[in-house]
């Protein structure tokens, strides 16, 4: 996908005030510090259209942008920052829970995975919770270029067979790095397909 435009529309806490929903949405989120911003900078070839911190917890807003004029690309904020991991998701945010259960215009969320990390708890029960309410999303494995290929493959098994502990099949999943741009094409097209579906 070629980015023509990718522009700020709007930061809020309410669904109600989320632009009309009109267009195709995509949002993202994960851990905090798991890499979205860079993740969504480097998606829309934009450098600051998300801002990178290094200061985990700081957005608490559900942030449009808009793509191409074309479809709503939304950041929500990050959990499971430090202590307030122990109150998991509940604290973390109603409103996202409502923003993900009402928005009806949402086609898919990306939840971002540290791919140097085990498998976390927060993670997988958020994936649980998108399932049992029939969320789509897929899994969005972020700073692979911190990781050698071996590594990599390592990780990336341990993960599946976790998975499928529980699940029948691995969600879908991409594999990327905001360095090097890896796994944009595929994100993107992924995008561009179910947009036309
Ligand atoms: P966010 O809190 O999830 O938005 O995370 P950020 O995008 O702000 O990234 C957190 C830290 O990880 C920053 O220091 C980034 O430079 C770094 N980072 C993010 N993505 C990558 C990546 O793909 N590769 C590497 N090496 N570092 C990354």
């Known amino acids: 996908m070629v980015i023509h435009s990718a522009e700020f529309v709007i930061s809020n806490t309410e669904v109600d005030k989320c632009p009309e929903p009109k267009l195709a949405e995509y949002a993202f989120i994960g851990r905090s510090n798991v890499g979205k ?36 690309l939304v950041d929500l904020p990050g959990y499971g920052y430090a202590k307030a991991s122990k109150t998991s998701r509940k604290k973390w945010g109603l409103f996202i829970d409502e923003y993900l259960l009402t928005r009806e215009n949402l086609l898919n969320t990306f939840i971002l995975i540290d791919s140097r990390l085990e498998p976390q708890k927060i993670d997988v029960e958020f994936m649980e919770w998108c399932a049992t309410k029939g969320l ?16 990599l493959d390592k990780k990336l098994a341990k993960y599946k067979r976790e998975m499928l502990k529980q699940w029948e099949v691995m969600p879908p999943f991409f594999v990327t790095s905001s360095v ?18």
């Open 37 to 72: 911003s860079s993740l969504i900078n480097m998606l829309t070839n934009h450098k600051k259209l998300a801002k990178t911190s290094g200061k985990p917890g700081k957005t608490q807003l559900i942030n449009h942008f808009i793509i191409n004029k074309e479809w709503f």
């Open 136 to 151: 789509p999303f897929s899994m969005v494995f972020t700073k692979t270029d911190k990781l050698s290929a071996v590594e």
């Open 180 to 197: 090097s741009a890896k796994g944009r094409d595929e994100v993107m097209n992924y995008i561009a397909e179910i947009n036309v579906a």
